[in-house]
Structures are given as C-alpha cells and as structure tokens.
C-alpha cells in the first residue's frame, strides 16, 4: 500500500472541496473495496476523505410516496428497515444475499453503488487489463472467464459488475443524487454505470469530486410483489454466477406490468427491457416467462469458461418469475 493523507469531513462542502482539489483523492466510507483494491495497489489514492460523519443515514419516505435512502445507509440498516422489507422486498434480500453480516454493518449503500468488477486479473497487478491501464490489453479473454460478463461486453473488457444491490435498484427504477463542485443533480440508476466500449477504465457518469449523496425509490406498488434470486457456487459470501432482481403485476392472471434485472452476467447492472415488454398482456405462467428469458439472453456473448451462463440465466429468470408470482 502506498502512502496516503487522510482528513475526516464534517460537511458535504468540505468533503467535495477536498477531492475536487486534489486529482488523485478518493471519498472513503465503509471501505469494503477501497482499502482492498489499496492493499493490492490495484487503487493508489494519494489523499483519502473519510465521510462517515456526514448526516446521510436516514431512510425516510417522501410526500410523493418515494422513498429517500442516504448515501451513509449501512446495507444491514436498508435490508432490515421496515420500510424497504414491506414496500421493496427485493431490495432487502439482494442486500441479504451479499457479503458477510460483519460487512454489510459496514458497507454503505454509496460505496455499493460504486463497488468496482472482482475480475482476477483487475485484481492482479502482474496482470494486463485494460480497465485497470487502458490499452495494456483484456487478459479474461484467453484466460479464465468463468466469472465474466456475456452481457454488455466489448473487445476490450468482459469484467462482470459485482454487486447484489445495484440489481435491485435498477429494477426498482431506482434515481441516484449526487451533489460535486458544480452543484447537485440527479442521475437514473440505469444510466449511472456506463458499458466498456473503448473505455472500460471509465465505470460510472460520475465526474471527479461528485458525492453520492442519496439514492429515491420512486413508488412503485407493485414492488411489493418482487423477490431476488441469487444463484453462486456457495450458500454464502459468494459474488454470483446469475442472480435476478423481479417484480409483476399480476391481475387476473395476466401480467400488467413487470421489471426484470439480471447481476452476475452484465458489465453493469442489467436492466432486461424487452423482456419486460414480452410480458405485458401475457397469461402469467412458464410459458410466458420462457419466451422472456429467451429475449432477455438473445444478445449474449458467451466465452471459453462461461458459455453455460446462457442457460442458467435463462432458468434463473423463469424461476424466479414463478416465484414471484405465487407471492400473494
């Protein structure tokens, strides 16, 4: 690890001013993957700002029916708050489904948000990668890709997007606010991560100095109706091979409305929108919601080690639509 200056803010100015002045400086919070990424020399920040006195830890719910959760939020405290288990059930159990209990009384749901790929060779230093020194070359792509996107790829990098949370949250039409040296603004989830292309160092839309500060979940009533399904190599503190994020609207038996997101096969979280259509005015039932799956993997571009994510994508997704449809 390489040294580094360290200052705790008391206010959101502060903080900002502090990063935006210096090129090579870094927010810090939980630091679940900062301090690794430090400790592997994968990131070198030469001056850390500690956020974790900012009064971002509130979830509370809006006049429009939203709900308002801070940046500060520990993943622990949204999983288990009252609020997010009843009105997003989904959002509670990809929380539960990640890390460990230790971690997630830790992580914050801003540096979830901006938790970066667990590509072993991003990891590796010794190793070429495009997304940690642009144009050094894509070693997952002759190497060992079982982890790896078939989603959302290019011929610079197939790194997979790590996180449980974020594939909830852009199922949810989730809306992400930032506030940095120019002032505040807001930024819908499924445009806040950005595919590789040419530039897979770039991640997020975020500019350098930009504080998360709050993410809103609009009101969503059919959201009640949702469940996350995680599918890994074992039962626990494992990153997943497939997991999906869906809710329905059923009435009748048959489907008004539905989000579908899938995690551990996009290069950022997946939003599934033609799938989605698919189902609209459809019976609920399997053979809906294979036709779906069929949609949602037509793009895929499978690897040497990952080709059967195809599939169990497909699966995962039928199942856990008739999972959620049996929840009354």
């Not at 900002?16 to 301090?35: M, R």
């Not at 070198?44 to 974790?52: E, F």
């Not at 949370?165 to 120019?182: E, F, Q, S």
């Not at 856990?320 to 049996?326: G, I, N």
Request: with cysteine; net charge positive; proline share 5%.
């Amino acid at each position: 690890m390489h040294p580094f200056s360290y200052i705790r803010a008391t206010d959101e100015r502060a903080a900002i001013g502090e990063v935006s002045a210096t090129p090579d400086a870094n927010f810090v919070a939980g630091g679940s993957t900062l301090i690794d990424l430090m400790k592997l020399n994968v990131m070198q920040p030469t001056h850390l700002i500690d956020i974790n006195a900012l009064p971002l830890t509130k979830i509370e719910t809006l006049a429009d029916g939203s709900v308002r959760i801070g940046a500060m939020v520990r993943n622990s405290d949204m999983a288990y708050n009252e609020t997010i288990r009843s009105r997003y059930p989904v959002l509670s159990e990809a929380l539960l489904s990640g890390a460990s209990a230790q971690l997630r009384n830790v992580a914050t749901l801003g540096g979830n948000i901006m938790q970066r790929t667990r590509c072993y060779y991003f990891r590796d230093t010794a190793m070429p990668c495009n997304k940690r020194e642009p144009g050094s070359g894509c070693s997952a792509m002759e190497g060992i890709n079982r982890i790896h996107a078939i989603l959302g790829t290019s011929s610079r990098c197939i790194a997979s997007h790590p996180s449980d949370m974020c594939v909830a949250l852009i199922a949810l039409d989730a809306v992400v606010h930032v506030r940095g040296p120019r002032g505040e603004r807001t930024i819908p989830f499924a445009d806040f991560h950005v595919l590789p292309g040419d530039h897979p160092e770039v991640e997020t839309v975020l500019e350098h100095g930009e504080l998360i500060t709050a993410v809103t979940l609009p009101p969503l009533p059919f959201a009640t109706r949702s469940h996350y399904l995680k599918v890994r190599d074992r039962a626990s503190y494992a990153f997943a091979l497939v997991s999906v994020a869906a809710a329905l609207d059923v009435q009748q038996g048959t489907i008004r409305n539905a989000r579908l997101a899938l995690g551990g096969v996009g290069t950022k979280p997946w939003r599934a929108l033609d799938a989605e259509k698919a189902l609209l005015g459809k019976r609920a039932g399997e053979a809906a919601y294979h036709a779906a799956a069929e949609i949602a993997l037509r793009s895929a571009k499978p690897h040497k080690h990952n080709a059967f994510k195809v599939e169990l994508a497909k699966r995962s997704l039928v199942r856990a639509l008739t999972t959620v449809e049996a929840i009354v």
